[in-house]
């Protein structure tokens, strides 16, 4: 992951959102989970700066949608409590993998400040959008 295939998930994210009308903290983490760009979007709540990272931390580190580990981690699951390790994690949706072109895994991307099901939309279309480049 590259600072330029970062910048693209970004704005892509921009353009989706815009088209939502809703403001959201954007946050595109490599493969290593280091973080390589980040977009806090004007009126975009501060609270959200934090879930959208940690969003596509939890994305980076297990190669997964952030979403998929929801049902796993509630009481009694087989990984109930995940989300407490490695600093604080997020098991609902809007951390998606980033692949390139080739399928390989290069990074992830967090999305905050709508609703789930938005966040999932935005973090989807820039992960898209790097696939095809």
Do not use: W
Not at 51 to 58: I, N
Not at 67 to 81: F, H
Not at 91 to 100: D, K, M
Request: aromatic fraction near 4%; hydrophobic fraction near 45%.
């Amino acid at each position: 992951m590259d600072l330029r295939t970062a910048n693209t998930a970004i704005n892509v994210a921009i353009e989706t959102a815009n088209g939502l009308g809703v403001k959201f903290c954007i946050a595109v983490m490599d493969s290593g989970v280091n973080l390589v760009a980040f977009n806090r979007m004007d009126g975009g709540r501060v609270g959200t700066i934090d879930v959208a990272m940690k969003k596509a931390k939890t994305s980076a580190l297990f190669v997964l949608e952030s979403g998929d580990l929801g049902k796993k981690t509630l009481p009694g699951q087989a990984v109930y409590g995940l989300e407490h390790s490695n600093g604080g994690l997020i098991t609902f949706p809007g951390g998606v993998p980033i692949r390139n072109g080739s399928g390989e895994f290069i990074g992830s991307i967090g999305v905050s400040g709508g609703t789930v099901e938005d966040d999932l939309v935005v973090a989807k279309a820039a992960a898209k959008a790097v696939a095809e480049l």
